[in-house]
């Protein structure tokens, strides 16, 4: 069982780093795009750190 609830929490874990990745990402070439430099520089950031 601690086995299957770690495996579960690092499965979880890793799908939710991956939409984060995705979602930085889409906000960076949406902010890139339209001008905003003040987001996608905190997208960078957020980049950077995970």
């Given at each position: 069982?601690?086995?299957c609830s770690n495996y579960r929490?690092?499965?979880v874990g890793r799908a939710t780093r991956f939409v984060f990745k995705c979602l930085?990402?889409?906000?960076?070439f949406y902010c890139t795009h339209s001008g905003t430099s003040s987001s996608s520089e905190e997208t960078l950031t957020f980049r950077r750190n995970s």
């Amino acid at each position: 069982l601690p086995l299957c609830s770690n495996y579960r929490a690092t499965v979880v874990g890793r799908a939710t780093r991956f939409v984060f990745k995705c979602l930085s990402v889409v906000q960076h070439f949406y902010c890139t795009h339209s001008g905003t430099s003040s987001s996608s520089e905190e997208t960078l950031t957020f980049r950077r750190n995970s």
